[in-house]
C-alpha cells in the first residue's frame, strides 16, 4: 500500500454522462483474476483540462445513456442520505435535488430523441456537477453504500456499472427508510411533489417513483432483470465485503449487505 505521490497530467474528452471523471480525481480498477473491482480518488488524478461537447455522446444508445443518469442520480443520492451533519444542509439539499430533477428530465428529452442537442448538454453537466464535489460540500463525512455493493455486481457478472445501480440503489433506500426515513420522505416530498405526512410512507412511495422512472427508462430494477443468479447473494456480499472494508463502511458486514440484496429480487 503506497499513497499516490504523483500523476501525469490528464487532458479528458467526455464521450459518455455518467461518471463526473471529467471533474473529479476518482478512479476505479478491476483485478480480472480475483473479480474484484476498486474504487479510489486522489486529488493528483484530476484532470488538467476536460473537453464536454455535447455532441460527442449523441452516438450513445439509449440504454447507456439511462444507465449514466442512473449513475449520476445515484452519486448525489449517496450523500444526500449517507450525510453524517448534525446541522441541517438546505442549501445543498436544494442542489441535489434541483439536480436530480435536471438529472430525470435531461433523460426523458435525450431518451425521445437521441440527437436531442439541449437534452445532452444538461445531461452531461448534470453528471458532472453530480460528483464534482458540490454535492458533497458541508455534509460531513458521507459514504458510497450503494456504489460498493454494485461494485461487486459489476465485478462479479460484467454488468454495466449504471445498471446494477438501479437495482441496487432502490434496495439500499428501503433498507435505510426502516430506520431512518426522513431525508428519503424529503426528497419525496421535493422531487415528486408526495403530499404524504408520515415519513416512512413518504419515504417508500418516492422510492417506488424512483425506481419506476428507473423502468421506465429502460434499466433493470431486480437481479433476475439484472441476469444474476438469487442463489449468488451471499457470494455478492462477501465479494463487497472486501470493498467495504477498504471504504471503512463499518456497518457494512456480510449480514447486512446481504439483507439488502435479497430487497434486490
Request: glycine share 8%; aromatic share 6%; with cysteine.
Amino acid at each position: 500500500k503506497k499513497p499516490i505521490r504523483k500523476a501525469l497530467p490528464l487532458f479528458t474528452v467526455l464521450t459518455l454522462a455518467a461518471s463526473g471523471s471529467e471533474m473529479n480525481g476518482g478512479m476505479v480498477v478491476t483485478n480480472e483474476e480475483t473479480r474484484q473491482k476498486f474504487g479510489t480518488a486522489n486529488i493528483l488524478l484530476h484532470p488538467r483540462v476536460s473537453i464536454l461537447d455535447p455532441t460527442a455522446t449523441c452516438r450513445v444508445p439509449a440504454d447507456y445513456t439511462a444507465y449514466g443518469a442512473v449513475d449520476a442520480i445515484v452519486h448525489i443520492l449517496e450523500f444526500y442520505c449517507t450525510t453524517a451533519s448534525a446541522e441541517p444542509t438546505p442549501i445543498q439539499d436544494r442542489i441535489s435535488e434541483g439536480l436530480i430533477e435536471s438529472i430525470m428530465a435531461a433523460c426523458d428529452r435525450v431518451l425521445a430523441d437521441l440527437q436531442d442537442y439541449q437534452g445532452r448538454a444538461d445531461l452531461m453537466w448534470g453528471a458532472t456537477l453530480a460528483l464534482n464535489g458540490l454535492t458533497a460540500a458541508g455534509r460531513g463525512p458521507v459514504g458510497l453504500p450503494m456504489h460498493m455493493i454494485e461494485h461487486s455486481l459489476s465485478a462479479l457478472y460484467d454488468v454495466p456499472h449504471g445498471a446494477g445501480l438501479a437495482v441496487v440503489a432502490p434496495a439500499w433506500m428501503a433498507h435505510r427508510a426502516e430506520r431512518d426515513p426522513a431525508r428519503i420522505a424529503q426528497l419525496g416530498r421535493r422531487l415528486f411533489g408526495l403530499n404524504v405526512a408520515d415519513d416512512r410512507q413518504a419515504a417508500l412511495e418516492a422510492i417506488a417513483r424512483l425506481k419506476a422512472w428507473f423502468a421506465a427508462s429502460g434499466c433493470p430494477v431486480t437481479l433476475q432483470e439484472l441476469g444474476v443468479p438469487e442463489d449468488d447473494i451471499s457470494q455478492i456480499a462477501a465479494n463487497a465485503l472486501g470493498l467495504a472494508k477498504i471504504w471503512r463502511l463499518r456497518e457494512y458486514d456480510e449480514a447486512e449487505i446481504s439483507a439488502i440484496l435479497q430487497r434486490c429480487r
